[in-house]
């Protein structure tokens, strides 16, 4: 049973907008903190954006701010990474995830469910 599914991913030109969604089937996702990773071609996951469990706290990477939003769908069982001004160095897969215990911080290993990405491509 997969935990998390992602959606929305594609190829577009640099400038361009995507909207990312994860949704997590049989079960409400508004009671944890969830967050997205990226894994660019051949280097680590790395963290992007996250948002608390109740959607009132948001962080995100350097690198995306002011450029993507993390949100809450108004379905219980969905978030979405809303991408504009899209640029070549944002191509990677994106992976949505969920904390489900008491970790803290935005390392890999401080989420315990994993979506199996949406690849998005960005040309210049």
């Known amino acids: 049973q997969e935990h998390l599914v992602e959606s929305g991913g594609g190829s577009v030109q640099a400038g361009g907008s995507l909207r990312l969604s994860c949704n997590a089937p049989g079960r409400t996702v508004n009671s944890y903190a969830m967050a997205w990773f990226r894994q660019p071609p051949e280097k680590e996951r790395e963290f992007v954006a996250a948002?608390?469990?109740?959607?009132?706290?948001?962080v995100y990477t350097d690198s995306v701010k002011g450029r993507f939003t993390i949100s809450r769908g108004s379905a219980k069982n969905t978030i979405f990474l809303q991408m504009n001004d899209l640029k070549p160095e944002d191509t990677a897969v994106y992976y949505c995830?969920?904390?489900?215990?008491?970790?803290?911080?935005?390392?890999?290993?401080?989420?315990?469910?994993w979506g199996r990405g949406t690849q998005v491509t960005v040309s210049s």
């Open positions: 948002i608390s469990y109740d959607g009132r706290d948001t």
């Open positions: 995830s969920l904390r489900a215990g008491a970790k803290t911080g935005y390392a890999v290993n401080s989420y315990d469910y």
